[in-house]
């Protein structure tokens, strides 16, 4: 009977890692092997891996040469990357020139999405995310760092170095982030990896990692990874 149910433990045990291969578990060897991403690929996982506009920086301006990388969801094409020139201005996807400079990521989603609804699309879904900033390279960032990006309910959205020498963990992330805002849900945090299979989508439940001791089901951040903090729902 031991036998048994040893055996049904490691069967399950090896379907359940087979559904995500992108999954690591903070209690598995860290992945440095991977290929870094390019600071300024044109595929930015920076706005790639977004689909929601409400998890869309609306502290930061925007400044002129700054990376943005902008995608339409509803246009299913990837995102492309536009640098905001010394006036402020970008040439948008449909809507050609345009006053970035001055507005945050969320606003100028939103004004790109009044501007291509009715025109282009019966409903656009802009999503805008800065992935190269002019004090990053003032600062000297060099293009084989590697990176990963906190967006949504925490109290510094942005992207973060991801050291090469140290191993970091989805609630080590947060913390850098500054934490949950208040209205954080914090057991549906969502990872959102590229993989060679394209992009995957893990849920960790931080409340259990942070408030419980469940150090298990941390997981390591890969280069790359865009960690999304949505807001829980609140009944008043």
Do not use: W
Request: include cysteine; hydrophobic fraction near 40%.
């Amino acid at each position: 009977m031991k036998h048994l149910i040893a055996t049904f433990f490691l069967v399950g045990s090896s379907a359940l890692l087979a559904q995500d291969p992108g999954y690591a578990p903070a209690a598995a060897p860290s992945s440095r092997a991977q290929a870094p991403v390019a600071y300024n690929s044109p595929n930015s996982m920076s706005a790639a891996g977004l689909n929601d506009m409400s998890v869309l920086d609306n502290t930061r301006p925007i400044r002129p040469g700054d990376l943005l990388s902008i995608r339409v969801v509803e246009d299913r094409k990837p995102a492309e990357q536009k640098e905001v020139d010394v006036t402020g201005n970008i040439q948008a996807p449909y809507v050609g020139l345009i006053q970035a400079a001055g507005k945050t990521s969320r606003q100028l989603a939103e004004e790109l999405k009044a501007k291509l609804e009715g025109a282009y699309f019966r409903v656009a879904t802009v999503i805008v995310a800065i992935d190269r900033s002019r004090e990053d390279e003032i600062r000297g960032y060099r293009q084989d760092m590697h990176f990963f990006t906190v967006f949504g309910q925490v109290i510094r959205q942005g992207k973060y170095e991801l050291p090469l020498d140290e191993d970091v963990t989805i609630s080590q992330a947060i913390l850098r982030a500054g934490g949950f805002a208040q209205f954080a849900n914090t057991k549906k945090v969502k990872l959102v990896r590229d993989t060679p299979s394209g992009n995957k989508t893990i849920l960790v439940n931080c409340d259990d990692i942070m408030r419980r001791g469940a150090l298990e089901k941390d997981v390591y951040i890969r280069n790359g990874d865009v960690v999304i903090v949505i807001e829980k729902n609140v009944n008043f």
